[in-house]
T-cell receptor, first 116, second 117 residues
Framework: AQKITQTQPGMFVQEKEAVTLDCTYD???????LFWYKQPSSGEMIFLIY??????QNATEGRYSLNFQKARKSANLVISASQLGDSAMYFC?????????????FGKGTMLLVSP | EPEVTQTPSHQVTQMGQEVILRCVPI?????FYWYRQILGQKVEFLVS????????KSEIFDDQFSVERPDGSNFTLKIRSTKLEDSAMYFC???????????????FGAGTRLSVL
């Protein structure tokens, strides 16, 4: 089974609108961390937001928030007020206690295009 | 803002040649990682490194690969006798906190695109 599933290969959104990028995960660990990274066309991987499995509140970082539904094993990224510069590939990733935390396991990514 | 720096940005090599990919992690970080991303595929973990030792490695990281921290700033990935299937983007990452903490944030460089001909 896939550890991280991102079902949307591509998403389109208009500038200033909100968009949700889906991520579901599979783990039997109780302790794990969930991450979102942004990869613009220049190629670098930019850390956006983190959610711990024991965190009771949904994580927020500026315009980014994580809709964490533990029972459903989903960790969707919400980008509010989209900007043209948000156009990029977005990766959901997980680190599990059983892997010793060294390994980030990534999903296949979602390409987001923001139009004017 | 501190960042992870990788050189070169693009490396072209002939099959069978050795390549060294270089990384300068963020200066106060102690934990280092290499990942690769074959075109169109997921980012995959290769190896983690701390205190001049490999901490963990994946199945991909076989005897063809080695890592080294030759001085206080550089962290290198060496690929001996490159194969066509080694063509990929290679990312270096570093973190300040140990991998044992779930909120260990790994900061990535811009990657080196390796093309094996």
């Amino acid at each position: 089974a896939q550890k991280i599933t991102q079902t949307q290969p591509g998403m389109f959104v208009q500038e200033k609108e909100a968009v949700t990028l889906d991520c579901t995960y599979d783990t039997s660990d109780q302790s794990y961390g969930l991450f979102w990274y942004k990869q613009p066309s220049s190629g670098e991987m930019i850390f956006l937001i983190y959610q711990g499995s024991y965190d009771e509140q949904n994580a927020t970082e500026g315009r980014y928030s994580l809709n964490f539904q533990k029972a459903r094993k989903s960790a969707n990224l919400v980008i509010s007020a989209s900007q043209l510069g948000d156009s990029a590939m977005y990766f959901c990733a997980m680190r599990e206690a059983s892997s010793g935390y060294s390994t980030l396991t990534f999903g296949k990514g979602t390409m987001l295009l923001v139009s004017p | 803002e501190p960042e992870v720096t990788q050189t070169p940005s693009h490396q072209v090599t002939q099959m069978g040649q050795e390549v060294i990919l270089r990384c300068v992690p963020i200066s106060n970080h102690l934990y280092f990682y290499w990942y690769r991303q074959i075109l169109g595929q997921k980012v995959e973990f290769l190896v983690s490194f701390y205190n001049n030792e490999i901490s963990e490695k994946s199945e991909i990281f076989d005897d063809q690969f080695s890592v080294e921290r030759p001085d206080g700033s550089n962290f290198t990935l060496k690929i001996r006798s490159t194969k066509l299937e080694d063509s990929a983007m290679y990312f270096c990452a570093s973190s300040i906190s140990p991998p044992g903490l779930a909120k260990n944030i790994q900061y990535f460089g811009a990657g080196t695109r390796l093309s094996v001909l």
